[in-house]
């Protein structure tokens, strides 16, 4: 505990209540300010200086001079600091009967967090008892609480999105897996919109799992994601649904000509011998496309069936090809017209 000497001057007892007063002799001048005021700008070029040159009235209107504190003292006064920084303040000001001046005891009133921020103030800067300090504290509390928050709210939001990405990713190849191709299939149907859906089947691969193992045939998974994901757009969607059946979907009214090129050039790469720890692995693929109109009516089982049973024409035609579903249709109509008279009636 700080003994303070029954002789301690004025000023300091002031320093310490008040530290942010003014005091002003009877001529209207300051002679002594507060260790706080002071740090907002140079303590010493107001020491001495008139009041009115220093500080600037803002309310009441009809307070334009020191007389008229002197007059109608006390009361709450509205100031702004005319140096710079230039900071608006409130005080009250009270007739000081041992000098024949003024005291005014200032404050930042609600832009005190401002001014801490501004001028770099600590609980130091404030009397004992000001509740402002508390409030800085609670200030700084709920910023704290609410920076861990946002901070957890981040955390949360990237560990939902890694969850997210996660169970809509084929782990061994990194391409999307059947959710994922499900839940883009059901929106391009719910938005009525033009597409192309391609399902590819390995050709061969059986035999690389079974002659050269399962990392091998892992290997040649991982070159079949690579090779669709570089012959697609960005903005179609590859995916791996099953162990050697890959999916595309082609977001838009692509041409047929677009559509089978890309498939000739799927099967040509991956027609390549790929070399696995000494060993050549020898593949194709079978591909079944089927071309969705904008505005038709059909469910995702619809699609996928489509293009699985072009697919399977493919693999019953000799395998490393790839076919329209509207085309094998198309065949399978004249087939059954070409038999129809065999069997009248």
Sequence with gaps: MTMFSPHLAVGQVLDVLCPMHVQIGP????????????????????????????????????????????????????????????????????????????????????????????????????????????????VEAKAAVL?????????????????????????????????????TLLQQIADRSAYAYLQLDLDLFKAVNDQLGHAAGDEVLRRTAETLSQLTRRDDLVARIGGDEFAVIFDGALPRERLAFIAAQVIKAL???????????????????TLIAEGQEITSDEVMRQADHALYHCKQSGRGRY???????????AARRGIEPLFPG
């Design 27 to 138: 001529n209207g001048r300051i002679f002594h300010i507060g260790p706080t005021l002071a740090k907002l700008c140079s303590g010493d070029c107001m020491l001495g200086a008139d009041f009115l040159d220093v500080f600037d009235f803002q309310r009441p209107r009809d307070v334009t001079s020191v007389d008229d504190l002197l007059v109608a003292e006390p009361r709450k006064l509205q100031l702004v600091l005319r140096t710079s920084p230039q900071v608006a303040l409130q005080a009250v000001a009270v007739f000081d009967p041992r000098e024949g001046g003024m005291v005014l005891n200032l404050s930042f009133g609600i832009g005190v967090i401002d001014a801490v921020r501004d001028h770099g103030l600590t609980s130091s800067d404030f009397a004992p008892t000001d509740l402002t300090v508390e409030m800085l504290f609670l």
């Design 147 to 183: 920076d861990e928050s946002r901070n957890l709210n981040q955390r949360l939001q990237v560990a939902r999105n890694l969850a997210e990405e996660q169970a809509f990713s084929d782990p061994l190849t990194g391409l999307k897996n059947r959710r994922a191709l499900a839940k």
């Design 271 to 289: 027609e390549k011998p790929i070399t696995f720890e000494g060993h050549t692995c020898n593949i194709s693929a079978s591909i079944g496309i």
């Design 323 to 333: 076919a329209f579903y509207e085309d094998i249709q198309q065949e399978e109509v």
